[in-house]
């Protein structure tokens, strides 16, 4: 996750409150997911960016999890996101995500 998108969602936070701010991932793996994850929770684990040792605990979800994928229009999701799920390992990512926010949410 570069440096402006840190920025971007420390600025969104700030806004409107973290408990009413999302991210939704759409990492190609769960090594990548799980950082991602670490970093808009608990604050960015390389010391590099915006969030470095800025906790922000906002909630985070993978869009190929079920709690994403149901809210989106079934069209829509296969246009955009039909081929990435096919591809991925879905399981493994869903499952990285859902240890991610039991380890950093609690």
Known sequence: MDQVVQEELKKAAEKYGNENVIVILGSPDEDSADIFAETVTVGDPTYAGPLAGVALGLSVYHILEDE????????????????????????LICTTMKNAREKFLK
């Open 68 to 91: 994403v994928k149901q809210d989106i229009p079934e069209e829509v999701y296969q246009e955009q996101v039909g081929l990435m799920e096919l591809s991925l390992d879905r399981d």
